[in-house]
């Protein structure tokens, strides 16, 4: 078993199922999350699965949401 921490390589995380929006594109643009064992979210850039995760709580996670479902982060987007 390993001990999850932030930046870790997202291929440590063997035993998690990554995760999708449907609205990501074929060209690789897109953010996959994953829950871990002890609850916690990890995030991913689906052209690096290799690369680092980002660990997150659910309420991290649960703030973001909904702020991208307010529309919070609207202006970064084009």
Excluded at 51 to 59: F, N, Q
């Amino acid at each position: 078993m390993y001990q999850a921490y932030n930046g870790m390589s997202a291929s440590l995380l063997r035993e998690v199922s990554w995760l999708k929006s449907r609205a990501s594109n074929p060209s690789g643009n897109c953010v996959e999350l994953a829950e871990l064992p002890d609850g916690a979210i990890a995030v991913r850039n689906s052209r690096f699965p290799d690369g680092p995760a980002l660990l997150y709580t659910r309420a991290e996670i649960d703030a973001f949401i909904r702020g991208a479902k307010d529309g919070e982060f609207d202006h970064m987007v084009s």
